[in-house]
């Protein structure tokens, strides 16, 4: 539906155009409607129109070859999104989905220039847009590429974890297992000679022995937390090494296609120059 020159008026993008040539075009420009949850346009649609947020928030997402949802950005109040598609007519470039009841403003390509004729500013703002797009998916490529998957958890481990890994690495060492020996020999020659200090702990060394249980009661948890992590861990490295092997594949398809492409073009040009010499 046709929205009206108020609308326009409280949008960024309109608000160096006069009352009169925001009123025209208001008759112009129409009002979408939605609800959250809601799906605007999917990713390889032809795109028609761009949009500019009146109200509510719209997300802007792909999925990349492993099928997995890449957010490329939040369209908030005042902030234009769909653009390319309506710049170069080829088809959308991404999902936007509304997260929140939205309103929007829609433009088509008349629409647009009748904008830019009335207020030139507008078309530096689009360009603003388009350039903030860029530099996110910029980013997006950048921190995609390649994880390192020790960097991926590290960022999400805990305190007690940190602390976990340490005594798991540090009960399975040679100077652990030296500690304790040095302590059971000690503690049973206290209790068993006499060395002229006091026996606290008799034979059958029951202090010894329930000291020795709980310590492996905590070393148990601490292993067992620790390797929670280590799987969590080999977890995520596999999704690295699944999404690695697809960008490999499709590389090494792509390859395969520029080779055939050269053949081709090989093969043609020998038939080009066969002509000729069979010609002279």
Request: glycine share 4%; with cysteine; aromatic share 8%.
């Amino acid at each position: 539906m046709p929205c009206d020159a108020q609308m326009l008026a409280d949008v960024e993008l309109f608000e160096h155009v006069s009352e009169e040539d925001r009123a025209r075009l208001a008759e112009f420009i129409d009002v979408v409607t939605l609800n959250g949850g809601d799906t605007l346009f999917k990713a390889g649609e032809p795109g028609e129109s761009l949009y500019v947020v009146r109200s509510g928030e719209v997300e802007l997402f792909i999925r990349d070859t492993a099928g997995q949802k890449i957010a490329l950005a939040i369209a908030e109040t005042g902030e234009v999104f769909g653009e390319l598609a309506l710049l170069d007519r080829g088809p959308r470039t991404a999902t936007a989905v509304a997260l929140t009841d939205s309103e929007l403003l829609e433009l088509d390509r008349d629409d647009l220039l009748l904008l830019f004729q009335k207020s030139p500013n507008a078309a530096l703002r689009l360009l603003a847009a388009m350039s903030h797009m860029t530099r996110k998916a910029d980013e997006l490529l950048r921190t995609r590429v390649s994880r390192n998957v020790n960097e991926e958890v590290e960022e999400k481990i805990s305190p007690l974890q940190r602390v976990a890994d340490w005594i798991s690495w540090f009960s399975g060492s040679m100077t652990f297992l030296l500690l304790n020996l040095l302590w059971f020999v000690v503690w049973i020659a206290v209790n068993v000679w006499e060395l002229h200090v006091p026996q606290f702990d008799p034979f059958p060394f029951g202090l010894l022995t329930m000291i020795v249980s709980l310590e492996s009661i905590f070393l148990s948890c601490f292993v067992l937390i620790s390797q929670n992590r280590q799987g969590e861990k080999d977890r995520v490295r596999s999704d690295i090494e699944y999404e690695v092997n697809v960008k490999a594949e499709l590389e090494i398809a792509h390859l395969h296609e520029k080779t055939d492409r050269i053949y081709a073009e090989m093969l043609e040009n020998f038939n080009r120059l066969e002509k000729r010499l069979a010609a002279r």
